[in-house]
């Protein structure tokens, strides 16, 4: 039993993952912080943007009728926040989406393995007492057919993937951050 959620009859989800949160290493805990950091902060500096006065259209001051041309405003060089946001917002969002997907993916896979080597031993053992025949020849043929398809979509993925770079990058490490779990001290 876990010592941090003794005493509570009916843990909910939030306490679980925090208690999960607080468990986990060091490393994980600052990827994690530095993923809601940057998003967090991208994200407000994108809303102070987007509601800032200097990004209004310019009204123009020259009376209807006159054939003076119109010369558009000075805009102001962007400040740093307004470089930095939409990047910050953009790596920390992929971060953030990485780690959750990891830690999704980290239940699932358990499960999915799980029974996906249940059904394996169930077929072979019935194949193997010659209680059912299990013919492998037409997945065999869609194997090879579908092979060059997936190798096809293997390649664009691989080419948006390089367009994304530091978004996809920081999307794997956030993976691989929450996919790892702690292992017990011994």
């Known amino acids: 039993m876990n010592p941090d959620l003794d005493g509570i009859v009916n843990p909910t989800f939030l306490t679980k993952t ?3 949160l607080w468990s986990m290493h060091h490393w994980q805990r600052g990827v994690l912080a530095i993923a809601v950091l940057l998003f967090g902060a991208g994200t407000v500096g994108n809303i102070k943007n987007y509601f800032n006065p200097q990004n209004t ?3 123009s001051t020259a009376t209807p009728g006159t054939t003076d041309p119109i010369s558009p405003a000075a805009q102001p060089e962007p ?7 939409p990047w910050a917002a953009k790596v920390g969002g992929s971060l953030l989406g990485g780690f959750i997907l990891g830690f999704a993916l980290r239940t699932f896979v358990k499960i999915t393995s799980l029974l996906l080597a249940l059904g394996i031993s169930v077929f072979t053992l019935l194949s193997y007492f010659h209680v059912m025949n299990v013919d492998l020849t037409s997945a065999e043929t869609k194997y090879k057919n ?9 390649y664009r993925l691989k080419d948006v993937a390089q367009s994304h770079i530091p978004s996809s990058g920081s999307g794997v490490i956030g993976a ?5 779990r702690k292992r017990a001290a011994v």
């Open 176 to 180: 691989f951050a929450g996919f790892r």
């Open 57 to 59: 259209p310019a009204i």
């Open 79 to 85: 400040t740093a926040l307004q470089k930095m946001s």
């Open 18 to 20: 925090i208690a999960h």
């Open 146 to 154: 579908s092979i060059e398809w997936v190798d096809d979509q293997a």
